[in-house]
């Protein structure tokens, strides 16, 4: 098993899986992992729906697809590469998406993370997101490919209706869990001297300058 660091550092996002089924116990390591993560005032109103029912994901599918089709697709093609990544990757990154989006439903375990509250708080996030980070650690050092994906918020009210959440839960994250078809390598991102600064914005931190 990978040491944090490197876990840490190749846990690319994983959208192509195998729709071979993953043991319920690597499941329940993946979801301790989440519940270990911090929450604001330590009250974890986290809660997970874990969904393997084949009919509820390709309810929610139909939102996600819609969402790909009318907002996520077009603007892909039409916008510039992230930092660290060339334009033939980011075509990759498309294709990777376009897969997922089209197997949605494939992926054998979603984790749908959520929070027990109604709130437009812009901290709530704290509450959630950091559990979700756990999770995706816990998934690439068992070897799962795993990814975070939030698209389905584009038609929250028809998605979360699909999930069947009760009134007072909404959901924030759903992480389709599986095997992957590719393999774990280095993730790509901006070097750290253009995003970190020191005392003042805009000015260099000299450790990683």
Not at 26 to 32: G, N
Not at 124 to 144: D, E, F, H, K
Not at 164 to 185: Q, T
């Amino acid at each position: 098993m990978p040491d944090l660091f490197e876990t840490m550092q190749t846990m690319r996002a994983m959208r192509r899986l195998k729709p071979d089924p993953v043991p319920d116990d690597l499941i329940v390591k993946i979801l301790q992992a989440g519940t270990c993560a911090p929450s604001g005032g330590n009250t974890q109103k986290w809660r997970f729906l874990v969904v393997k029912d084949r009919k509820i994901k390709e309810a929610v599918q139909v939102w996600y697809k819609k969402a790909f089709d009318e907002w996520i697709g077009p603007r892909y093609l039409s916008s510039t590469p992230p930092p660290g990544v060339t334009k033939e990757q980011y075509l990759k990154q498309h294709a990777a998406v376009q897969y997922l989006t089209d197997h949605f439903a494939d992926a054998p375990v979603w984790i749908v993370a959520c929070l027990a509250e109604e709130t437009n708080n812009r901290g709530a996030g704290a509450s959630i997101y950091p559990a979700v980070q756990n999770m995706l650690l816990a998934a690439r050092a068992l070897g799962l490919g795993a990814t975070l994906t939030t698209r389905h918020l584009l038609y929250e009210k028809e998605a979360d209706q699909a999930l069947g959440l009760p009134e007072g839960v909404r959901s924030w994250a759903i992480l389709p869990i599986g095997w992957p078809l590719g393999k774990f390598g280095p993730i790509k991102r901006a070097p750290l001297a253009d995003v970190v600064y020191q005392d003042k914005w805009g000015q260099p931190y000299k450790a990683v300058g």
